[in-house]
């Protein structure tokens, strides 16, 4: 079992910067598939980005809407995944989740994740 712990959320204008992290508990961090998600008033849960259990090259997937402004990426060793984001839009003000999966392939549908985070908020001003 794995304890997710997310942080890094605030207030930030259009345009800004915030860097997510999720620190997860336990000594089989690097057996997880890692992922983002995303959750805004009245919308359901979707999907941001992933990566795989050794985070090396190519190892990465995102949804369109986030491709060249958001970063995931994860240190095994310090058991924490990542998520930088750039360029933030006002459409992106959710409430972000990591989350967790056994399985090594890289999935997007949230019911295929094992573990989750309590959430941080990210709001971004226009």
């Known amino acids: 079992q794995v304890q997710l712990v997310e942080s890094g959320g605030g207030l930030v204008q259009a345009g800004g910067s915030l860097r997510l992290s999720c620190a997860a508990s336990?000594?089989?961090?690097?057996?997880?598939?890692m992922g983002w998600f995303r959750q805004a008033p009245g919308k359901e849960r979707e999907f941001v980005a992933a990566?795989?259990?050794?985070?090396?090259?190519?190892?990465?997937y995102y949804a369109d809407f986030v491709k060249g402004r958001f970063t995931i990426s994860r240190d095994n060793a310090k058991n924490t995944v990542y998520l930088q984001m750039n360029s933030l839009k006002p459409e992106d003000t959710a409430v972000y989740y990591c989350a967790a999966r056994s399985g090594y392939r890289i999935m997007v549908g949230a019911d295929l994740y094992d573990y989750w985070g309590q959430g941080t908020q990210v709001t971004v001003s226009s």
């Open positions: 336990g000594r089989t961090f690097s057996s997880y598939t």
């Open positions: 990566i795989s259990r050794s985070g090396g090259s190519g190892s990465t």
